[in-house]
């Protein structure tokens, strides 16, 4: 039986939430080593190097959208490596996750989307959940400025992305969205953290390739025929990757609200998607 466009895409959109919630751990040791925007800029350059060999030149269409969704993108992935070195990698996963509530609200605004009512209930549903999966530390969540910064960069990225991807190259998209992010970060990293690159070229190049390649691209694809509120409430499923890796790897731990906020994120999901 073969698998139809929009299921097809509803698996892109959960594998990129896998690959991005594979990333909060990998990045929160990084930074015991890098700065955050150090860490930012690699990942970008090795995306644009990737998407530039097999995109090619970028067509002029390309152009605009991609510098407006590499803004959105890039102030996200400095906000939100910069609140990782004051919060956990549970909780960083679950302010970001803010953006499930923020992107229904934005599309509306932005892309003239009509939703039902029942969208902004599944989002604040799913946001509510995410909420109580944070409750071992709360405080952290809401002085956490950097990361509700991050939070509204990732709800516009999602929002732009709905708005420009249907008619665009993907690759040339993400390799316009990838040079804007590592130009931005040119002016405010330092350059002698190159040398300690090579013994920490693994993880940089799993974030690279994985995760800016990887993820993004499949973000991408099924953005192409999901709504912007559906893939929000999808890729929400980050923050559980997150927390689910942080547990088997970190020794991080949830009680009951907590994984009653999983089971909350997960009926969010599965009522956007049966519709």
Known sequence: MFINEKNKSLIALFVSALFFGSTFLIVKNLLSIFSPTFVVFLRYLIAAFFFAVIGGIPEKITWKPGLMMGLFLWLGYVTQT??????????????????????????????????GAKNYIYSFLGFTGIALISINDISQVFGNLFTLICAVAYAMHIVLVERY?????????????????AVLCLP?????????????????VFLGLVVNVGAFYLQLYGQKIIKAST??????MEAIFALLIGILVAN??????????VLMVLLSIFLVVKE
């Open 231 to 236: 893939s929000a409430l999808i890729l929400s």
């Open 252 to 261: 991080e731990y949830l009680n009951i609200l907590n994984w009653f906020g």
């Open 82 to 115: 910069q609140g990782l070195l004051t919060t956990s990698t549970i909780n960083s996963g679950v302010v970001t996750g803010f953006y499930i509530v923020l992107t229904p609200f934005l599309s509306k605004f932005i892309n003239k989307t009509d939703l």
């Open 165 to 181: 991807v249907k008619n665009q190259n993907i690759s040339q998209l993400m390799f316009v969205q990838s040079l804007t992010g």
């Open 188 to 204: 405010l990293i330092t350059f002698s953290e190159f040398e300690f690159l090579y013994e920490n070229i693994f993880p940089i």
